[in-house]
């Protein structure tokens, strides 16, 4: 199976959280899809995945309804 890949997909996974957690912090609004968030930062299917599950075992993030990745604290 092929494997997508980015040349933005080379940042560690700490880069990432970091990065997108800052995004998060800057603008409290920002509500997000998984495939939203891969256009966005350009990354693999697999990369966001990992990324936001991390996010949402830390209780940083939390999803919808509609499936969008918000702010815990923001709700």
């Not at 560690?12 to 957690?21: E, H, K, N, Q, V």
């Not at 995945?49 to 993030?61: E, I, N, R, S, Y």
Request: hydrophobic share 45%; net charge negative; glycine share 6%.
């Amino acid at each position: 199976m092929a494997t997508t890949t980015t040349a933005h997909t080379d940042f560690p996974m700490a880069d990432w959280l970091g990065l997108i957690r800052a995004e998060y912090l800057e603008l409290p609004d920002l509500h997000l899809t998984l495939p939203q968030a891969r256009r966005l930062w350009g990354l693999n299917e697999a990369m966001t995945q990992a990324v936001f599950a991390a996010l949402l075992d830390a209780g940083f993030l939390t999803q919808t309804r509609t499936g969008a990745y918000v702010r815990a604290d923001s709700r």
